[in-house]
Structures are given as C-alpha cells and as structure tokens.
C-alpha cells in the first residue's frame, strides 16, 4: 500500500489536536523520533490511517518485526481513544498502551480493534514489541 498524502496543516489522524505537520509527520519522515512510548503509539496509528507500512516496520522491534507489512486498502481508520499507559516515558525504557482504535470498510459495518501493546527504549527509540 502506497502512503496517502497528507498536508501538514491537516489535524493530525492520532486526534492529539495538534496538526499532523507537528505532530506524526515528523516522525514518519524520520526526521524525529517519539519521545515517549504513547507518542510512538500515536504516531503507528496515523501510519496504519495513512497507509505508511514503512513506517510501521521501522518502528517495529526486529525482535518481532514481520519480514513485510501488507495494509488493507479498504479500511479506513478514524478514531483513537487511548484508555490507559504504564511507564513509557522520557527515562524510562519499558511502557505499555491501552488504546481502541475505530475503523470502516467499504459496504462493511464499522469495528474496532482494543489493544494493550508493549514498547521498549533501545539506543533511545522506542519501538512497538507487541500486543498482550
């Protein structure tokens, strides 16, 4: 699946409040990284909205990393609520986050995916490791 375009000044897909030029767009340019383990969250959500599987890999721990990342065309995601976050902050190197994230398919029902997902810090990124 190729990235969709997404201008700066659109509201970023993550629902931060903040425009995706200053929010995820960084990050999925690779010219920042998260700095905590609920922004890196935030930042694979709007990838999996955009269609940006690169950036989904590279966020993923090679420990787990799938070899390739094929995302569905036909969704469309459209709201994140981040229910609760252990650690995952700015010195820590563990974290989780407890999120549903709401989508759509053409001619389908709506549905959604609840998720507690496990990150770790390694040389100062955080990578996605995996869902519990």
Do not use: N
Request: negative net charge.
């Amino acid at each position: 699946m190729t990235t969709a375009p997404l201008d700066d000044g659109a509201r970023c897909p993550c629902l931060s409040g903040e425009t995706y030029g200053a929010c995820c767009g960084p990050l999925h340019r690779g010219i920042a990284e998260a700095p905590t383990a609920e922004r890196l969250m935030r930042s694979r959500y709007s990838a999996f909205a955009i269609g940006d599987a690169d950036y989904l890999l590279r966020t993923w721990h090679p420990s787990t990393r799938p070899a390739a990342l094929e995302l569905d065309d036909g969704m469309r995601w459209y709201r994140l609520d981040i229910l609760s976050r252990t650690g995952g902050g700015l010195g820590e190197r563990e974290g989780t986050v407890e999120f549903t994230a709401r989508y759509k398919t053409p001619g389908g029902p709506a549905g959604e995916q609840h998720e507690l997902s496990r990150f770790l810090r390694t040389d100062g990124r955080w990578f996605y490791v995996d869902a519990v």
